[in-house]
């Protein structure tokens, strides 16, 4: 039989064991922890040295701030190392409380780094803290700007860096992508990847006596087989954006000669693109539709003119970016991507031939449907109403 010291010596041990299981020994207040809200990476071809940017926030200033009406300090630090792990730890050595990547929302690259983005996934994927729906957007712009730009509410959240697809306006013509489908296309063999440009601009705003650098997206970068091969702007963007992007809520110029027509709001935009073998020869078919409504008159027009000269300046708009394309040997309307996936056979012969696909002829066919002509009639009788004659019928005035 046991005696008393020894069955209570086994309850001390029980009790000491479970007090360790239950225990948070390793917890951290989250105060302590600095969270990285948006990261920058540049690479210099030269030295071949990564430059990491973090920008950072503490969850204690949140709820200072918070209704206050006081925006939230956001701090922005970098490192420098061979790899993007060794320049983010070279960041880590001076930062005052524990680091962390859990609420990672955004990287921003550089256009030197999108030759070397292998690396730059290796990196930051083998954080287990990073999500593959982290956004994932280009600039031709010092990252450090990026992260330190100025916004016009309390959280620095309220801003394209963290909410990169906004509605009206401001929209990106191409729409940024998550890290994982950045992934899916960078490695692909036939995709060309467009990655939208975010920049500053500080002139359109002013703020007292100065211009707060705002964010705003124009144009893109092209990357083709894990290669940078180029920038386009934003009006070569909006030439591919029928085919490429979702292109509603934009607006389109109908022109006539250098004069503007009207301005059409765009509603919705669809397209199909087809392979087939012309006498012999693999050729393409593009058909383009777009349903759009009247949002300016500038000069009088009846409806079928307006739907003609849309149609012809749609057309011209395709036209351009087809050649220029061939041009600068980018494949921008990804028409290898469709042979590709609807006739393998094809593809690998015209692969062992080293056909340039963007080069391959494509006839273009579009078609814009009216659906709303608003106020059409007012610009006939506008000159009536100038010379001080009776309003028309059914008019309010306004």
Excluded at 109 to 123: I, N, R, Y
Excluded at 221 to 243: A, N, Q
């Amino acid at each position: 039989m046991q005696t008393m010291p020894a069955k209570l010596m086994k309850a001390i041990g029980a009790l000491a064991a479970s007090a360790t299981l239950a225990s948070c020994w390793d917890a951290s207040a989250i105060q302590e922890i600095n969270y990285f809200t948006s990261m920058g990476v540049d690479y210099e071809e030269k030295t071949k040295i990564y430059t990491v940017y973090a920008a950072l926030i503490n969850m204690a200033d949140v709820a200072k701030t918070e209704g206050s009406g006081s925006k939230m300090p956001t701090f922005v630090g970098h490192g420098q190392g061979r790899t993007v792990h060794l320049a983010l730890n070279e960041m880590y050595r001076s930062s005052q409380l524990a680091p962390t990547l859990d609420h990672l929302m955004t990287v921003v690259v550089t256009e030197p780094t999108l030759s070397h983005m292998d690396e730059v996934l290796d990196g930051i994927n083998r954080s287990r803290a990073v999500r593959y729906n982290i956004n994932l957007i280009g600039t031709n712009e010092s990252p450090e700007k990026i992260l330190t730009s100025a916004r016009l509410f309390e959280s620095p959240l309220y801003s394209f860096l963290y909410q990169p697809v906004p509605k009206g306006p401001g929209k990106p013509l191409v729409a940024p992508m998550t890290l994982q489908a950045f992934v899916r296309e960078y490695h692909s063999e036939t995709n060309t990847t467009l990655l939208p440009n975010l920049r500053i601009n500080d002139r359109n705003w002013i703020q007292g006596d100065k211009h707060p650098n705002f964010l705003m997206y124009d144009g893109a970068f092209v990357v083709e087989k894990e290669k940078d091969k180029g920038y386009l702007t934003e009006k070569e963007l909006r030439d591919i954006r029928w085919v490429r992007a979702d292109a509603s809520r934009t607006f389109m110029e109908v022109r006539r000669g250098s004069d503007v027509v009207a301005v059409l709001l765009v509603a919705s935009n669809k397209h199909k693109l087809t392979y087939a073998a012309k006498g012999g020869r693999p050729a393409f078919t593009l058909r383009v539709t777009v349903d759009a409504f009247v949002h300016e008159m500038l000069q009088e027009a009846q409806d079928r003119d307006l739907i003609r000269l849309a149609e012809q300046n749609l057309k011209e708009d395709l036209e351009e970016a087809i050649a220029l394309g061939r041009e600068r040997e980018m494949d921008l309307f990804n028409v290898e991507e469709a042979v590709y996936r609807w006739h393998l056979k094809d593809w690998k012969k015209l692969r062992a031939q080293q056909t340039k696909f963007e080069r391959l002829p494509i006839q273009v066919e579009v078609k814009l449907n009216l659906t709303n002509t608003g106020k059409l009639k007012l610009l006939k009788n506008r000159s009536k109403w100038r010379s001080g004659n009776t309003m028309p019928s059914g008019s309010n005035g306004q």
